[in-house]
């Protein structure tokens, strides 16, 4: 597995629409973790809700070190009771993911609250969910500041959904990468990267930002591209170029952007194999 894809797709079978249950997750999630494309696998991602509820009680083999991202679907006063029912199954908290506002509300209250329970969670990395509306550029300030402090903070956004206007356009998401550029600050995504290409989803119509699309225009940014140039790489259609680009990193280390979540491995897998970024093709 090349450098630039390592850690790149979180495990996120149990959300929708895959909506796997805990576990089947769980023995996939092994299988992923063994196998030949393992390095492009990152954690395993549960709510919040379903680990205090002790559904992950028994699953897992205390001695097998197994490592999880938390998503706080129960808010962030409830995370900490969560993670405190990892401990006695063996598991890891790799990351804790949790939206600090909904659309349209100023993120700065649940982002300083979120910051405040970093600094009690011991280096367990934590990544803001912040949209893409109102007070968006304040809240990076905030996450930069509390970044250059020392605390292991990094955004989140939202990539697509049930509802049209959860997906950015491409100069939107050109503008946020850009900030997160300009502030050194490293970001996730979620939801709607199904495919490497951008497309249309014909059952939706909804268009979709594609991985590799968000990859190259990600390489560009860190080299310096501005906002169109990189907003032109998020709208292309051509696999070409971006496939170009990605190629010639493969060896080094994916900048600014920590990955996102898929409820399948393998789509994103095949597409890799399928484009030549990847050499693969075993069972998976």
């Given at each position: 597995?090349?450098?630039?894809?390592?850690?790149?797709?979180?495990?996120?079978?149990?959300?929708?629409?895959?909506?796997?249950?805990?576990?089947?997750?769980?023995?996939?999630h092994?299988?992923?973790?063994?196998?030949?494309?393992?390095?492009?696998?990152g954690?395993?991602?549960?709510?919040?809700?379903?680990?205090?509820?002790?559904?992950?009680?028994?699953?897992?083999?205390?001695?097998?070190?197994?490592?999880?991202?938390?998503i706080?679907?129960?808010?962030?006063?409830?995370?900490?009771?969560?993670?405190?029912?990892?401990?006695?199954?063996?598991?890891?908290?790799?990351?804790?993911?949790?939206?600090?506002?909904?659309?349209?509300?100023?993120?700065?209250?649940?982002?300083?609250?979120?910051?405040?329970?970093?600094?009690?969670?011991?280096?367990?990395?934590?990544?803001?969910?912040?949209?893409?509306?109102?007070?968006?550029?304040?809240?990076?300030?905030?996450?930069?500041?509390a970044?250059?402090?020392?605390?292991p903070?990094?955004?989140k956004?939202?990539?697509?959904?049930?509802?049209?206007?959860?997906?950015?356009?491409?100069?939107?998401l050109?503008?946020v990468?850009?900030?997160?550029?300009?502030?050194?600050?490293?970001?996730?995504?979620?939801?709607?990267?199904?495919?490497?290409?951008?497309?249309?989803?014909?059952e939706?119509?909804?268009?979709?930002?594609?991985?590799?699309?968000?990859?190259?225009?990600?390489?560009?940014?860190?080299?310096?591209?501005?906002?169109?140039?990189?907003?032109?790489?998020?709208?292309?259609?051509?696999?070409?170029?971006?496939?170009?680009?990605?190629?010639?990193?493969?060896?080094?280390?994916?900048?600014?952007?920590?990955?996102?979540?898929?409820?399948?491995?393998?789509?994103?897998?095949?597409?890799?194999?399928?484009?030549?970024?990847?050499?693969?093709?075993?069972?998976?």
């Amino acid at each position: 597995m090349p450098r630039l894809f390592a850690g790149l797709v979180d495990d996120a079978a149990v959300f929708p629409p895959g909506s796997a249950a805990l576990s089947d997750a769980v023995i996939a999630h092994r299988r992923h973790r063994t196998a030949w494309y393992a390095d492009l696998v990152g954690p395993l991602l549960l709510p919040a809700s379903a680990v205090a509820a002790g559904e992950l009680s028994g699953l897992v083999d205390p001695a097998e070190g197994f490592a999880v991202g938390l998503i706080g679907d129960t808010g962030t006063g409830r995370l900490p009771f969560a993670l405190s029912f990892l401990a006695p199954d063996g598991v890891t908290a790799r990351l804790v993911e949790a939206p600090v506002a909904r659309r349209g509300e100023d993120p700065g209250p649940g982002l300083a609250e979120l910051v405040e329970l970093t600094e009690r969670l011991g280096g367990v990395g934590v990544h803001a969910e912040i949209p893409l509306t109102f007070g968006l550029m304040g809240a990076l300030d905030a996450l930069a500041d509390a970044r250059a402090a020392g605390l292991p903070v990094a955004a989140k956004f939202r990539t697509g959904g049930l509802a049209a206007e959860l997906f950015p356009t491409p100069a939107e998401l050109a503008a946020v990468i850009c900030a997160c550029r300009d502030r050194q600050l490293p970001f996730k995504l979620t939801a709607g990267l199904h495919q490497a290409i951008r497309h249309r989803d014909p059952e939706t119509g909804f268009t979709h930002h594609g991985f590799v699309n968000v990859l190259a225009a990600t390489l560009a940014a860190a080299e310096g591209a501005e906002v169109p140039a990189v907003a032109e790489l998020l709208s292309a259609t051509d696999p070409v170029p971006l496939v170009e680009r990605a190629h010639a990193h493969r060896d080094a280390e994916r900048p600014l952007w920590i990955g996102y979540g898929s409820c399948s491995i393998s789509e994103p897998l095949t597409d890799l194999i399928r484009l030549g970024l990847v050499n693969g093709g075993f069972e998976t």
